[in-house]
Structures are given as C-alpha cells and as structure tokens.
C-alpha cells in the first residue's frame, strides 16, 4: 500500500514492455514529429510521417535484427519493400491510438507518473530512485528528463486503452473448458510409410529425358556471377582509436557533471501504519496508532514486534517495518519530511498521510556522497570519447561520401584522409550471405553488381550499412556467370529425376493402400509402426500435417485410415484404433486456457479497433517517398 517501489512491480513490468516497443521502432522523437516537413511518406488526419521517420524505423529494426541474430543476419530479409509497408502501417496504427488517447482526455497524473519513474529498477541506486542515475540514463540515450516523461506518460494512456481493450475480452469457463477437452482428447495412432527408395529400382530415366531437364531449368545449374571487392569501412570503431582526450578536458568536464556523481542522502526507516481508508476511519485508527505510540515510548525495542503484529503495511510489516534505504522523492510529503527531520535511532510522533497514521523509527543513515574523479575517469573518457567520435563520423560523413565519388578509381585516398584500412573479401554473389559480412547489405550488394562497378571497377557511393557505419567498396576480381555442360550435371539430373519419378510412385502406391484399407482389404507386407496415443499438444512424432489429418478424420467408425504426402517425398497411412477423452482440466488449467483466449480475443479487438479509427481517419500514403530508402 504505502512502499512505492513494491506495489506497483507488476503494472511497471506491463509498462516496460509498452515503453520498450515505441522507442525501439519508432524512436522517442517520433511523439515530437506530429506536425512539420514537407519531405512525408504518409499524412495521418494532416500529421506527417516523415520518410525520415520510417527510415529510422527501419534502421532501428535492422540492428535489433542484427544484434539479435549474429552471423545468421540476412539484411535481405529484413530489408525490402514488403517490409517497409508493414513498418508504415505500425507507424500509422501507432499514431492512431496516439491521437485517439489524446482526443478523448486519457489523463495520468503527476503522482502516477512519478511512482512508475521511481519504480523502475534502472533508476535506482541502493533500492532507491536515484535522480542523479534518472538523468544519466537519460542523458546516455540523448533524452531530456522532459521528453522522456512526455513519452512515458503518452505510453501510460496507450496502456490504459489496452488495458481497457483486455478488460472488455471475456471468454466464458464453459468455451473454455470445451476448447480444453478438444485439446486434450486421445488418439491411438499407428503409420505406415511408403518410402520411395522402395521404387527407385523400378525408375528409368531415359537420356533424352535428361536433356530436355537440362535444357528446360538451365538457371538451376548455373554458377552466379561473383565479385572479390576491396572496401573501407567508417565508423565510430574506425576513428575512435584516433581520438585523444587531453587530462584536462577529463577533470573540466567531471567538474561541469559532478551532480552526476553526488548521491544524495539517504535514510533508512522502518514504520508502522495504522490504515485509515475513509474519514469516519480516522478516529478510531488515531486512537490504536497513539496506543502503540504511548507504548513504544516505554519500550523502543519492541519496535519491530509491534510493527508485525499491527502494520497495515503489506510491503514492509513482515520485516519488522523495515522500508529499507531510500532518498528524497521515494515517499508522500509528511511521511519524507518526518524522516528527513529525525535523529537517528528516534522514533516520531503520529504522522498523518492519506494512507493513515504512521509511527517512524529512523534506522539508519547515508551521508550525502561523491564519487571521487579517479574512480570514474574511464567511465568518462569513454563517453567523451564516444561524443567526439560521434562528431567526427558525423563530420566525416560528407566528405567520406564526395572523396569515393569525386576519387571513383581508387580507395587510398579514403585510406589516406581519414586512416582507414583496406579489406577484401571474399568471392561473394548478389544474393545476400553472412560470409560478406559488412557487404552484406542489399544496397552494397547491388552497387558492386552494377555495370559501372564491374566494367570500370568504379568506387560504389558510400552506402550506410548500420546506424554511423558507411561503406565505400570496388570490384578487384569479377567472374561472370557460367553454365557447366552437361556432362558436368548428367549424374545430378538423372538422381533427381529419379527420385521425383519414385516419390511418385510411393505416393500413388500409398493412395492405392489406402483405398483397400478404407473397402477393408488387406494389404500384403504392411508393416505399422507400434501404435501410441497423440494429442494435439503432444504429436509424439508425427508431421504437422498428419497430426491435422488424424484429428480431421472422423471416428464414428474405427479403425479409421487417412493419407498425408510426405514433404520430402512418399506417403504416410495413419491408422486410428481408438479415440477417448483426455483428463478433466482443473480449474488452473480452465482459467489460463480462459486468459489465452482472452487475450487472442484482445488482441483481435485491437486490430478491429485500429482498423475502425482507420476507416474514420484521412490517410495518404506517398508512394514514391515509400519506396525511397536513405542513403
């Protein structure tokens, strides 16, 4: 009730997730970009989406990708018209429910707001909301403690409409223990495989067969054209270790930020509530609360048994009253001015809050403090280093881009100018692969491919790879796309014509078997697999489209036969011996299936939801500024 930072763990999880997702696709300065710019790629009710924006987006979805995926990124994938599309209609969605929460006066307040700030973990030191680290934190992401709370509160009124959105999704106990008893029904299963390796003796493949194979997918055999390119890279990485910060500017900066490294005070209380919910509680409440006073006045020591026995603190009674350590901003007003006033050791009079009478015992004491400059000179010099190199990328980047340009035949002036390194690659084709590595980028890719490049082994434009990364690379070696003979492939050709020829086979043969088993005949030589019982939530081995066909297949009459072509060839016969009823769901078991489904349920109101404030909103798309990426 009365500690800050335990009550509201759980709705700042829920809120961290909501804050998360703007910033990461959109960016915090997307909230400031509702009006402005002629240069937009959608207009939303007359608020622009600036190509710039979706730009960003993008970017900021490829380095999440990449930081995600490693070496098994593929910019390719990520990177492409369709997926430009679909960051727009999230932009536009996101705007929406922006303009809708504002429209209609979704309101949080103040308090609200400073409770999920001092709540989360990041923005404390000691267990307590540290305003030195708050600005910080903040500063590090290049943010204002004004935007950032703009932001969050505007992140807020999106949660309520969530919430709300959830709230109104309701799926009763009884569909949900019918969708329980559908998951949990029991299906005894057997299969037979009818493999093609089986035919392949029976296959003939005819020479004339393997021509035409050859002449008809001729694409297929051929090596791709591939290039061996040199390339620069500028980047922060590049020029950091280029960059030299004088002692000076160390000790000058430390001082101009020393709020950064003072901690302000901090005590450590321990209290006892007395919980008042209304007036006509508060007499009655005052009255217990100056008893147990009267009576820690005569025995201090049983402090922490009286808070056990008669706190109305959920957070903290079970500790003896123990709040822990925390600073100014953490509390109400009266309860922090009676802490901050107190001598250690003493205990206060009753102090009246919202949440009741308190009676407070100051425990414990942490004089204001600050961090030497030795401690913290790396952690300075590397965030000076990483603002100057920043800069110089930033300043570098034009010239980088009209040096390659202007320079077209050679990269040892971008080597010379800015003391970067000439690499090379290995032979890589126009279909994106990790084993390009920072070439790995369908614009780089493309450049290097482009008859200039090849012809003339021209420098490409500096191409910007990730978020302050630029490439210049040029052809060094190209091998144009080839045809091997046929006599190269022959034995390829006629193995795979082979095995399509006996997949065929296989699957006809199964339907074939099927259909007897179906008129109840028997099948000479079929041997089933020992037979076990699947669910739709445990296969126990079998594909995903034959646990779809076992439980389509009707069981009024038993056995039952179904059929499945097999991906990679073949046929499979499932036979069903017996169908029972899988376990009764418990109630937990009910209520989580209710809560899914709720949430599916939730899920689909919000895109109906958007799809409604859609159909009542102007939207106009740029289709050019769409389809132009930044360079």
């Given at each position: ?5 335990h ?15 703007p ?33 960003e ?6 380095d ?11 910019a ?22 922006v303009?809708?929460v504002?429209?209609r ?7 609200e707001?400073?409770?999920?700030i ?15 680290r708050y ?29 709300g ?19 949990a ?42 290039v ?6 500028l ?19 430390y001082?101009?930020n ?68 925390f ?13 901050f006033s ?12 919202e ?72 032979w ?8 390009a590595?920072?070439l ?24 910007e ?14 091998k144009p796309?080839?045809q091997p ?7 390829v ?15 006809k043969?199964?339907a ?27 296969p ?7 646990i779809?066909a076992?439980?389509k ?7 039952a ?35 899914a ?18 159909s009542?909103?102007?939207?106009e798309?740029n ?9």
């Open positions: 009730m009365f500690d800050l930072v009550k509201n763990k759980r709705i700042v999880q829920i809120l961290l997730i909501l804050i998360v997702l910033f990461a696709l959109w960016g915090i300065e997307s909230y400031q970009r509702f009006s402005g710019g002629a240069d937009h790629v959608a207009l939303v009710d007359g608020d622009r989406i600036s190509t710039n924006d979706l730009n987006a993008m970017q900021r979805q490829l999440q990708m990449r930081q995600a995926l490693g070496r098994n990124f593929d390719s994938m990520f990177d492409t018209p369709q997926a430009r599309a679909q960051m727009l209609d999230g932009l536009i969605a996101q705007r929406l429910a303009m809708h504002t429209r006066n979704f309101q949080v307040s103040d308090d707001l400073r409770q999920v001092a709540s989360e973990p990041a923005f404390q030191d000691g267990g307590a909301f540290s305003k030195s600005e910080t934190l903040l500063a590090a992401q290049n943010l204002t403690p004004q935007i950032f709370e703009a932001s969050l509160r505007r992140d807020m009124m999106l949660q309520q409409l969530a919430a959105l959830l709230e109104s999704s309701f799926v009763a106990s009884t569909a949900a223990r019918q969708y329980a008893a559908i998951r029904e029991q299906r005894e299963v057997s299969d037979m495989l009818v493999e093609p390796a089986a035919f392949t003796a029976q296959v003939k493949i005819q020479p004339d067969a393997v021509e035409k194979y050859y002449r008809e997918h001729a694409k297929e055999f051929e090596i791709p054209e591939q061996k390119a040199q390339y620069v890279v980047s922060g990485d590049a020029l950091a270790s280029q960059i030299k910060i004088p002692e000076e500017d160390l000790r000058a900066w001082k101009q020393l709020d950064r490294y003072r901690q302000p005070e901090q005590r450590q209380a321990s209290h006892i509530l007395i919980a008042a919910s209304d007036a006509k509680a508060r007499p009655e409440a005052k009255k217990k609360a100056e008893a147990l006073l009267q009576e820690l006045r005569k025995s201090p020591e049983k402090f922490a048994e009286l808070a056990r026995k008669n706190s109305d603190d959920p957070g903290s009674k079970d500790k003896g009253g123990d709040l822990g350590y600073g100014r901003g953490s509390m109400v007003k009266p309860f922090e001015d009676t802490v107190l001598k250690l050791n003493r205990i206060s009079d009753l102090v009246e809050t949440f009741g009478y308190h009676i407070i015992r100051l425990t414990g004491v942490r004089p204001e403090k600050v961090t030497p400059f030795e401690e913290v000179r790396a952690g300075i010099e590397d965030e000076l280093r990483k603002q100057r190199t920043a800069k110089k990328v930033a300043e570098a980047a034009e010239s980088f881009a009209n040096i390659a340009e202007e320079q077209p035949d050679s990269l040892q002036p971008l080597v010379e100018k800015f003391g970067l390194k000439i690499e090379t690659s290995p890589i084709g126009k279909t994106p692969s990790p084993a590595g920072v790995n980028n369908p614009r780089v890719l493309a450049a290097l491919f482009a008859a200039d490049a090849v012809k003339d082994k021209h420098n490409t434009d500096a191409i790879v990730s978020s302050g990364t630029m490439v210049v690379a040029r052809v060094a070696e190209h796309a080839t003979p046929l006599d190269e492939v022959k034995k050709i006629q193995d795979k014509l082979t095995r399509i020829e006996a997949a065929e086979l296989a699957r043969a199964g074939e078997r099927l259909e007897a088993l179906r008129n109840g005949k028997e099948v000479a030589g079929a041997k089933w697999s020992v037979a076990r019982m699947v669910t739709r939530e445990n126990a081995g079998l594909a995903q489209d034959g779809k076992v439980f297949a009707g069981s009024a009459k038993l056995p036969y179904v059929g499945v072509d097999l991906a990679d060839g073949g046929y499979a016969i499932y036979r069903i011996g017996r169908v029972s009823a899988g376990a009764e769901p418990d109630e937990n078991r009910v209520r989580a299936i209710a809560a489904l709720a949430r599916q349920a939730s899920s689909s109101d919000y895109q109906a939801f958007i799809a409604s404030l859609r009542h909103a102007s939207i798309i289709k050019a500024n769409l389809e132009r990426k930044g360079s």
